[in-house]
């Protein structure tokens, strides 16, 4: 099926240089680029994302102040001063 791809000038002198020194036309050498990208592009997302690699700590741990996230300025500030009251 064709297909038109606009490409600026450094871009098809590259394609053209490739496509001579591996003998072969310039839209094969665009395919196998789309090939490889491909590629890339699904070993990426096969990759674990970070949520998969910490999910079975999530919820992990049972404790501790139910309030950290809303007072981390409060708290934050009070540590600061108890740290230059013993330096």
Not at 13 to 23: M, N, P, W
């Amino acid at each position: 099926m064709p297909l038109t791809v606009r490409v600026d000038v450094k871009t098809e002198r590259l394609i053209q240089r490739l496509a001579r020194k591996r003998g072969r036309t310039k839209s094969e050498v665009i395919r196998d680029a789309i090939g490889v990208f491909a590629k890339q592009v699904e070993a990426q997302d096969e990759r674990e994302r970070p949520y998969e690699k910490a999910r079975d700590l999530i919820g992990s741990v049972h404790g501790g102040p139910s309030d950290l996230s809303s007072h981390t300025g409060k708290t934050f500030r009070l540590m600061l001063s108890n740290s230059h009251r013993t330096a």
